[in-house]
């Protein structure tokens, strides 16, 4: 039965395509827990989670992938259908402005079992002397399974400060295997295309070292393609980045696809310990170029 505060497909998952971002998460046995397509949170018989025990902190009666909670619908008053109760900090943005990013991850909290960090971003739009400008930000919330029918969700907590970026540019994130020994994961995300973010996942939230704004993608461009110059990747869409781990000399590399005129794959070489990374740390780069197709 369709409710009056949603629609029967945000309800329902009848098979749609996700338009911004998609994940599915599962047991140790590969049964499936939940999954999200867009805004939405499906139990593994494609329903929605109904809002049992916490109508106190969300009016909404599911539960979505970023809501904002009561205390704050006063200030927006189309709140009443979650995908127009977006919210940055704690100020409305118009629907018109803002969409779910393409990034959306599923990490599992140190220490913790079937509780889930679920990372995803929000593009804002604005207009700017005939331009159209975007900015990004990062958000988690902790999702608690209980059974195919409850769970709990934290109110979502920003990660990343406002970030000027063009249109055309991309924001990804790539997360490291857990990490044993520090009971915690390393998460690295790209700001305004030149800057990598470096965050801890842990028990206690994601914490992002302020200290560490890396910027390894120098945002000029020379039109010759000097590989030799610091000026060589303006313009270049970043589309995709791995991270994997070196055992050999305790590394993570990052792997960067470059698209433009001289398409490369940039790979970066990170320190495994959080504390060692500083705005003033240099990674090693190797390039690797792409034949054009």
């Known amino acids: 039965m369709e409710r009056d505060d949603d629609i029967s497909a945000q309800i329902y998952y009848y098979g749609q395509h996700p338009v911004f971002c998609q994940n599915i998460q599962t047991d140790k046995l590969g049964n499936i827990l939940f999954f999200i397509i867009d805004n939405n949170i499906y139990n593994r018989y494609g329903e929605s989670f109904e809002n049992i025990h916490q109508q106190n902190l969300y009016s909404q009666q599911h539960y979505w992938l970023h809501q904002i909670p009561a205390s704050l619908e006063s200030n927006n008053p189309v709140s009443e259908k979650i995908n127009r109760s977006f919210m940055v900090g704690t100020s409305p943005i118009p629907l018109s402005t803002l969409t ?28 700017q002397t005939n331009n159209t400008d975007r900015n990004h930000y990062f958000y988690y919330r902790k999702l608690t399974y209980y059974s195919d029918t409850e769970i709990t969700m934290t109110p979502a907590e920003i990660i990343s400060n406002e970030v000027y970026c063009s249109e055309n540019k991309r924001h990804h994130l790539a ?23 470096v965050c801890r996942i842990s028990s206690q939230g994601i914490e992002l070292n302020l200290d560490a704004s890396l910027n390894p993608i120098p945002y000029n461009y020379l039109q010759s393609g000097d590989l030799s110059n610091s000026n060589f990747f303006k313009g270049y869409n970043t589309n995709e980045m791995e991270l994997f781990y070196e055992n050999t000399n305790n590394k993570y590399k990052l792997a960067l696809t470059l698209c433009g005129e001289h398409p490369v794959v940039k790979i970066l070489e990170f320190p495994y310990q959080f504390a060692s990374y500083s705005s003033s740390y240099t990674p090693n780069q190797t390039l690797i170029h792409l034949p054009h197709i």
Do not use: C, K, W
Request: hydrophobic share 35%.
């Open 175 to 197: 997360i490291s295997d857990y990490r044993s020994s520090e009971n915690d994961y390393l998460m690295y995300f790209i700001h305004a295309a030149t800057y990598i973010e």
């Open 100 to 127: 779910l990013g393409q990034e959306m991850s599923i990490v599992p909290v140190p220490g913790s079992v079937n509780v889930y960090y679920l990372i995803y971003s929000i593009d804002t739009e604005y207009n």
